[in-house]
Nanobody, 115 residues
């Protein structure tokens, strides 16, 4: 059984930075994709960033140039460096691990950006 544990959320002011971490335990394959999604109140969950086999990355247009996703396969951990945060970035951020017909989610971590 795979477990994903997120950390690093919090309350910051606009323009500040946060770094989210997601540690995966269990049977993990480096070829599985790892990503971050977010869900704001009253809105659907949306993709923020994803890193796939080979290290290729993809970002939502709204975060390009501000957020960076990275991965440490030795630690089974994915990170999301969030810079120049905006109030619109306020949401619960979820870690996702996907591949081989499997789909795992973390419990979510709250990010709140005040103006």
């Amino acid at each position: 059984q795979v477990q994903l544990v997120e950390s690093g959320g919090g309350l910051v002011q606009a323009g500040e930075s946060l770094r989210l971490s997601c540690a995966a335990s269990g049977s993990i394959f480096s070829s599985m994709s790892m990503g971050w999604y977010r869900q704001a109140p009253g809105r659907q969950r949306e993709l923020v960033a994803i890193i796939i086999r080979g290290g290729n990355t993809n970002y939502a247009d709204s975060v390009k140039g501000r957020f960076t996703i990275s991965r440490d396969n030795a630690k089974n951990t994915v990170y999301l460096q969030m810079n120049s945060l905006k109030p619109d970035d306020t949401a619960v951020y979820y870690c996702n691990l996907r591949g081989y017909g499997l789909d795992y989610w973390g419990q979510g971590t709250q990010v709140t950006v005040s103006s």
